[in-house]
């Protein structure tokens, strides 16, 4: 029975972050279209004795707060009507995620196409792909052994050990929870693996504690050693009080990123938006502690009444990727939005984030969250994504086989397929290049030590996972 049930919490969650992109167009939000836009606007927003939404061309600016104040204003000499009276401000907020959502997919028509073949052509350079190896599940997160041997984990709780075709499962590895979106989550090795042999896992956890009746759960992180073939000198973390704990099987969040003797890693709210906004809660956070588990006494909330002084940062929905950028040190991050509103941030020292105050998305039914995407003591994302790509991994380019890229950060995405090539430039992006599409899911990507990208690709019901290498065409 409990397997059943985790198969129907499974296919419930199905529809939400991961598949948000597929419901762009659809929901409440459409029906205030058909209502009050269509019959000038077209069905498919491409026109009719209105102007085109598609087209990206705007008569009075093309910024958020510009089609805001088109809609609610309206345009007299244009014989268009102000919807002030009829659509509240967060109704009028969803009609610009809407309009949003339609402008990628008529812009993506053809860009499928452009990426497919055996040898594809992408930002100044030419890939091929080649398989190295499979999961019999979903596969979530990859490191590399020194030698050439990878990890990678296995949602349902496998960590599979790959050495050239030869794979073998990691006996004696925690216990996991798999419930949702939770299971085995993330492995890194310790910078200094070399010396001291240390490997980190993240997983969901029970630990004996529930919600409202039903079995709770959080996400967990611990530190081991494997020893022919074992999961061996476990040590644990980080694990939060039961009090904390929820039932939902969302937004478990994680990655690792180590600086310098610290570790940093996130957990995203648990399907408790409103938890990420307090510091005596663990959900909608990224922590920083010492890599042995300690609490840094240099934390921003270590002083602060009740905070958990673990925290480095807050207002997060749910963090998919981290990794620090190599000419600067600075730390980013993926983050899943709603229904849009996929955020990749930069991510400081004691700042709010903002969720869900703040967000460029909706609810997945096509209903308003909020009508602000500002407000003055919460962050900007420094990209966000509308609709959603449902973005997963990140990590900086280190490489040089695509020297064009080295020191670009990759940004996989799960709904939308898309291997994304972001430009950074003094804290900001300045340009965002799909390289890779309709291939799979991308839950990783990684910079490989022989300069070659490796990418988790999912597919198919129920998942099977792939271990791909994206490698110079020539």
Sequence with gaps: ??????????????????????????????????????????????????????????????????????????????????????????????????????????????LQQRLEGDVVAAAGERYRLEEIGRGEGLLWSIDFMPGGALLVTQRDGVLWHFDGEKRTAVEGTPEVWQHGQGGLLEVALHPDFADNGWVYLSYSENTGATENGKEAG????????????????????????????????????????????????????????????????????????????????????????????????????????????????????????????????????????????????MNYNGTPITEETHREGMEQPRLHWTPSIAVAGIDFYAGDAFSSWTGKLLAGGMASEELHLLTIEDGEVTADEVILKGRGRIRDVASGPDGNIYLLLNDGTPRVGRVVRMMPAD
């Design 1 to 110: 029975m409990r397997h059943l049930t985790g198969i129907l919490i499974f296919l419930l969650l199905l529809p939400l972050a991961a598949d948000a992109q597929n419901r762009s167009g659809e929901g409440d939000v459409r029906e205030l279209y058909d209502q009050n836009c269509a019959g000038c606007h077209g069905d498919d927003l491409g026109g009719g004795s209105g102007s085109s939404l598609v087209d990206d061309e705007w008569i009075n600016g093309d910024s958020d707060e510009a089609i805001a104040t088109a809609i609610r204003d309206g345009n007299p000499d244009m014989g268009m009507p102000g919807f002030a009276g009829m659509l509240d401000e967060k109704q009028i907020r969803s009609m610009v995620i809407l309009i949003r959502e339609m402008n990628v997919k008529n812009r993506q028509a053809g």
């Design 218 to 361: 959080m996400t967990t992180v611990v530190r081991g050693r494997i020893v022919d073939g074992r999961w061996t000198d476990q040590e644990r973390l980080f694990r939060a009080d039961g009090e904390h704990h929820t039932s939902s099987g969302a937004h478990y969040g994680s990655r690792f990123v180590f600086d310098d003797g610290y570790l940093f890693f996130g957990i995203g709210d648990r399907g408790r938006m409103d938890r990420s906004q307090d510091l005596d809660r663990p959900t909608g956070k990224i922590f920083r502690l010492h890599d042995d588990g300690r609490v840094p006494a240099d934390n921003p909330f270590v002083d602060t009444p009740d905070a958990l002084p673990g925290i480095w940062s807050y207002g997060h929905r749910n963090p998919q990727g981290m990794d620090l950028e190599p000419a600067t040190g600075l730390l980013w991050e993926s983050e899943h939005g709603p229904r849009g509103g996929d955020e990749i941030n930069l991510v400081e020292k004691g700042l709010n984030y903002g969720w869900p105050v703040i967000t460029y998305g």
